[in-house]
RNA sequence: GGCGCCGUAGCCAAGUGGUAAGGCCGCGGACUGCAAAUCCGCUAUCAUCGGUUCGAUUCCGAUCGGCGCCUCCA
């Protein structure tokens, strides 16, 4: 079973149905990241959208095929990597300087997809890999009158593609007046044209080209990636809203004028990460990168989660409150998996007001069509995990009149796993992989190697053993004794439960 | 100058032309040795002013306030 799923599309600017290119299948590109920093939460909100995007399809039934291009060689890199460099450094060691920095920025962004639980996606080519690729579309849009060489460097001829600004909804006009375009490059034929490739200047690593030695512009990068990873029509390009112009126009400028015909047929952009009410940017300086909220005890799930509660096309406002929040919000849905995946006789709750029964599997149904006529409208996850949280306070109270059965609870089960192949934040945790270490070894894990937080290790049998220290405390009323134990396993990252049967329960924090 | 977005309870946030989902926090109660979890109950008239309408938070206009793009940027 496919379902159906609409996206607003910046093309036409309203939710459209996606019909995928070939049935079942979705093409998918995304502007990765520019390895010479560590990620901002900012640059993070965009590729958590994109991930939630892809589960989507992939929850709904399709099969997803995605690009994420890694940009290695653009001003940035170049600044950044060739400063201690001799100014005589050869060609070479220009290369390896800047590979080096690269490297290391696009091993520490793999971390950060991993901790998000971002699934990596089937192609992450490297601009450096696709020089070959961006010469020949160069050179293709040459021959076809839409590009001219100019002093070493190659520029699109923006007289020579009417659509320009399509994407945007912008007019020649409205361009003109007020925007600062740099007229002192007087080598272009109209100011507002742009570079494909940039004459060699010193101090930076060049490549050969028909035109000379120099690099290639930012724009064209991803349009010859995507051309060669995903073809000649795509369906999705994500990016963030900032994208949209320049840099998406001028890709369907470059894309479109060498096929001939429209490359992508959904443009969907993610919107911006606020910080205190005021845009999240390098520049400013003003941005925390998930080693920050990791360095305050957050979990990057719990970011993932408050980022994707959140719907992708509206302002968000990074807050550490909001942060705490989605803790907590996650702990309600966690504690109630937990309470499906137990049999209904130990948590049984206090209360005994008869309300209405209702029937457990026909309220599941109610949900599971809610979540996904949300999901399907333009991804509203506001409006998708309501649907969930409904669910939960309904199947609580029934658990607590009448436990549900065992298939029942399995039941509901699978659809917090189906709804968690997309937000993955309550997947099922059994002690042996997760409950059994205190948060700083999870936080050591997460940084690959970076310690961050030093943890004992609990075992389960060590847990347990302790439980039934507790257990035989209290059994003998030495309430200070049992505290005593539980604040202790609480200072470590575990949580006990005494439950109605006498059990206890315990997980971790 | 051009294009566009937003303003819903303490905080976050859906939504609809017919009197407002959900989450967090808080308060009262139940359950509990105490907690935790859970349950029961409580907490908004949708920025302001006009207009259209039998009826608007939802449509139109204006005003105020916040923001984005037009330049590298997720």
Redesign the pocket.
């Known amino acids: 079973m496919i379902r159906p799923i609409s996206l607003f599309n910046t093309l036409t ?1 309203k939710v459209e149905p996606v019909v995928p290119l070939a049935p079942g299948l979705i093409k998918i590109y995304t ?4 390895v010479y920093n560590f ?5 993070l ?3 958590l959208f994109q991930d939630l995007m892809k589960r989507a399809f992939q929850a709904a039934g399709y099969q997803v095929r995605h690009c994420m291009n890694i ?1 290695d060689v ?3 890199i170049i600044r950044d990597s060739q400063a201690d460099l001799a100014p005589d450094a050869t060609n070479e060691a220009r290369h390896g300087a800047m590979q080096a920095l690269t490297n290391k920025y696009t091993a520490f962004f793999l971390d950060d997809l991993d901790a998000m639980r971002i699934q990596k996606p089937d192609e992450m080519p490297r601009a450096t890999d696709h020089i070959g690729q961006m010469k020949a579309l160069i050179q293709q849009l040459i021959e076809k009158g839409l590009a001219y060489a100019s002093e070493g460097s190659v520029y699109y001829r923006l007289a020579g593609f009417p659509h320009y600004g399509c994407l ?4 020649r ?3 003109q ?6 007229v002192d490059e007087y080598e272009k034929d109209q100011a ?1 044209d ?1 570079v494909l490739w940039k004459a060699a200047k010193a101090g930076e690593p060049i490549w050969n080209s028909p035109w000379g030695p120099g690099r290639p512009g ?2 064209i990068e991803c349009s010859a990636m995507g051309m060669e990873h995903l073809g000649d029509r795509i369906d999705i390009h994500t ?9 998406h126009e001028n890709e369907i400028a470059q894309s479109e004028g060498a096929l001939g015909h429209q490359w992508v047929n959904a443009w969907v ?6 910080v205190e ?7 400013l300086g003003n ?1 925390y990168t998930l080693r920050d909220l990791l360095e305050k005890g957050y979990d990057p799930i719990t970011f993932r989660y408050a980022i994707q ?3 992708y ?5 990074f ?1 550490f ?2 942060l ?3 803790e ?2 996650l ?2 849905i966690r ?2 998996r ?2 499906m995946e137990g049999d209904g006789a130990a ?7 008869w ?1 209405e029964a209702i029937e457990p599997s026909k309220r599941l149904e109610e949900a599971r069509a809610a979540f996904w006529l ?1 999901m399907a ?2 991804l ?1 996850t ?2 998708a ?6 669910l ?3 199947l ?2 029934q ?3 009448i436990a549900l059965t065992r298939e029942e609870r399995d039941a509901v089960l699978g659809f917090l796993d189906e709804t968690d192949s997309i937000f993955s934040a309550w997947p099922h945790q059994s002690p042996e992989d997760g409950h059994a270490v205190a948060p700083g070894q999870i936080l050591t894990a997460v940084l690959g190697g970076v310690v961050v937080h030093t943890g004992d290790v609990l075992s389960k049998d060590r847990i347990e053993a302790e439980v039934r220290a ?1 257990s035989a405390a ?1 059994a003998e ?1 030495n ?2 004794e ?2 005593r134990i ?1 604040d202790e396993l609480k200072a470590l990252g575990i ?6 049967d006498g059990t ?2 315990w997980h971790k924090a």
């Not at 952009?269 to 606020?274: A, D, N, R």
């Not at 995990?385 to 409904?390: Q, S, V």
Request: aromatic share 8%.
């Open positions: 600017r502007c990765g990241p520019t990620a901002h939460i900012g640059n909100r965009t590729f940009t653009e001003d940035k945007a909804h912008l007019d006009e409205g361009m007046s007020g925007a600062s375009v740099d507002q742009f930012w724009h990016g963030g809203v900032d994208l949209i112009f320049p840099h952009h993610g919107e911006f990460l606020m009410g005021e845009k999240m940017s390098k520049s941005f509660s959140n719907h096309r509206k302002l968000l406002n807050s409150e909001g705490k929040a989605a907590n919000s702990k309600r504690a109630f937990r309470r948590q049984a709750g206090g209360g005994d007001t309300q949300a409208d333009d509203n506001p409006e995990l309501a649907a969930i949280f409904t939960i306070s309904d609580n109270a658990d607590d009149r507790r209290k009323k309430w200070a049992a505290d539980r949580v006990l439960e005494d439950h109605k206890v329960g």
